[in-house]
């Protein structure tokens, strides 16, 4: 190499390293991404298809450690449309993570991301009251610059900001469980839960004998859930079965605690109540312990939804006549198929319905039921 040209280049070195940390490392990831376009134009290869099946329902109970976020993959930009490959990274926020549900959900969603060889992490907040936490974790979250996210609204008002950026950024948005309450989710991949709690509904008129006084213990009023569940409930009943009167609707927050609180409150202000529904896991634990600390096992009609150890273990004894299960292990697996489906541009349908069955003690164990339920 002639000294003059040797000159040159030594002189073009001295000014990037000379240049601030930031400057020099653009610099030097130039350089290396001219000669890694270089490298991929020689070699022309072709990437393996992501599967586009999903798997056989699972046939065991979810595992009963609390989920941890997984560690997230290096902030880049989103991956063109039709791109998916082992760095897509797709971003699941959940409602919480303390009750059994939620680890389920986390279940399918890693097995779908084994499946499709893609990039997941899983988080929420401590508790399902927590919606400043969890606005948190979505901003944080959107700052990775995910190839799709996957969201379950606590608050829908409260996330639309922050959701209205991701869709300028055409970063797809997947609702699952309760999903967001507005058009920017790509599909929601969830229970029908106005049906699901219009059945819970129907089973408890047949219970009580058709007629009498009922009261619901609902998670929340903001997040889809909540408000599907409890309408569902009350819309069935006043339809369908004029003489049960609903005489409370109350909020515990998904928490036990609270929510045995207000059932005691509940059966203090009503002796005559016939029925009690639970809305989620976290509610019909509340009233199952308020009604056994009242004394009143066995002389009120407990329905719930979910499952989980304490649920089931009522449901068995008799003390609890039944519930709703869903599928969070489809529901989680589902999520990240879709945002997969979404990444590749692929149209989904508005929603995605995961279903759901009622058990009590004559199916709980049944082949159908079993796989569904969860400790």
Same mark, same amino acid.
């Given at each position: 190499? @002639?000294?003059?040209?040797?000159?040159?280049?030594?002189?073009?070195?001295?000014?990037?390293?000379?240049?601030?940390?930031?400057?020099?490392?653009?610099?030097?990831?130039?350089?290396?991404?001219?000669? +890694?376009?270089?490298?991929?134009?020689?070699?022309?290869?072709?990437?393996?298809? +992501?599967?586009?099946?999903?798997?056989?329902?699972?046939?065991?109970?979810?595992?009963?450690?609390?989920?941890?976020?997984?560690?997230?993959?290096?902030?880049?930009?989103?991956?063109?449309?039709?791109?998916?490959? @082992?760095?897509?990274?797709? +971003?699941?926020?959940?409602?919480? /993570?303390?009750?059994? /549900?939620?680890? #389920?959900?986390?279940?399918?969603?890693?097995?779908? #991301?084994?499946?499709?060889?893609?990039?997941?992490?899983?988080?929420?907040?401590?508790?399902?009251?927590?919606?400043?936490?969890?606005?948190?974790?979505?901003?944080?979250?959107?700052? $990775?610059?995910?190839?799709?996210?996957?969201?379950?609204?606590?608050?829908?008002?409260?996330?639309?900001?922050?959701?209205?950026?991701?869709?300028?950024?055409?970063?797809?948005?997947?609702?699952?469980?309760?999903?967001?309450?507005?058009?920017?989710? !790509?599909?929601?991949?969830?229970?029908?839960?106005?049906?699901?709690?219009?059945?819970?509904?129907?089973?408890?008129?047949?219970?009580?004998?058709?007629?009498?006084? &009922?009261?619901?213990? &609902?998670?929340?009023?903001?997040?889809?859930?909540?408000?599907?569940?409890?309408?569902?409930?009350?819309?069935?009943?006043?339809?369908?079965?004029?003489?049960?009167?609903? !005489?409370?609707?109350?909020?515990?927050?998904?928490?036990?605690?609270?929510?045995?609180?207000?059932?005691?409150?509940?059966?203090?202000?009503?002796?005559?109540?016939?029925?009690?529904?639970? #809305?989620?896991?976290?509610?019909? !634990?509340?009233?199952?312990?308020?009604?056994?600390?009242?004394? $009143?096992?066995?002389?009120?009609?407990?329905?719930?939804?979910?499952?989980?150890?304490?649920?089931?273990?009522?449901?068995?004894?008799? &003390?609890?006549?039944?519930?709703?299960?869903?599928? @969070?292990?489809?529901?989680?697996?589902?999520?990240?198929?879709?945002? &997969?489906?979404?990444?590749?541009?692929?149209?989904?349908?508005?929603?995605?319905?995961?279903? /759901?069955?009622?058990?009590?003690?004559?199916?709980?164990?049944?082949?159908?039921?079993?796989?569904?339920?969860?400790?």
């Amino acid at each position: 190499m @002639p000294r003059m040209a040797t000159l040159d280049r030594m002189r073009g070195m001295h000014r990037i390293l000379g240049l601030p940390n930031t400057l020099r490392r653009a610099a030097s990831a130039g350089a290396i991404g001219v000669a +890694a376009l270089a490298a991929v134009t020689a070699c022309q290869s072709t990437p393996a298809a +992501a599967p586009t099946t999903a798997p056989a329902a699972p046939t065991t109970a979810p595992a009963a450690a609390a989920p941890k976020p997984t560690t997230a993959p290096a902030a880049g930009a989103p991956a063109a449309a039709g791109a998916v490959g @082992p760095d897509t990274y797709i +971003a699941i926020i959940s409602k919480g /993570f303390q009750h059994q /549900f939620w680890q #389920a959900v986390k279940q399918g969603a890693d097995k779908a #991301a084994t499946d499709f060889n893609v990039k997941i992490t899983f988080e929420g907040p401590e508790t399902e009251a927590m919606v400043d936490k969890q606005i948190e974790m979505l901003q944080t979250a959107l700052g $990775k610059n995910p190839s799709a996210l996957a969201f379950a609204a606590l608050d829908s008002k409260a996330a639309i900001p922050l959701l209205q950026q991701a869709q300028s950024r055409k970063i797809p948005v997947i609702g699952f469980d309760s999903g967001v309450d507005s058009d920017i989710p !790509v599909t929601t991949a969830a229970t029908d839960n106005i049906a699901a709690a219009g059945y819970a509904a129907d089973k408890m008129a047949e219970l009580i004998g058709d007629k009498g006084e &009922v009261a619901l213990v &609902v998670h929340d009023q903001t997040s889809r859930t909540g408000i599907d569940r409890r309408d569902g409930f009350l819309n069935e009943m006043k339809a369908k079965h004029p003489d049960v009167q609903i !005489v409370d609707v109350q909020y515990g927050a998904g928490d036990q605690l609270k929510s045995t609180d207000i059932t005691k409150a509940i059966i203090a202000a009503h002796p005559n109540l016939k029925g009690i529904f639970g #809305a989620n896991e976290g509610s019909i !634990v509340g009233v199952l312990n308020g009604v056994h600390e009242s004394g $009143k096992d066995n002389k009120i009609v407990i329905i719930g939804y979910d499952s989980g150890q304490q649920q089931l273990d009522a449901i068995r004894s008799g &003390v609890q006549a039944g519930a709703i299960t869903q599928d @969070p292990i489809g529901i989680g697996y589902k999520s990240v198929e879709a945002a &997969v489906k979404a990444i590749k541009g692929e149209q989904l349908p508005k929603t995605i319905d995961t279903g /759901f069955h009622w058990y009590d003690k004559t199916n709980i164990d049944s082949d159908q039921i079993k796989p569904l339920l969860y400790n």
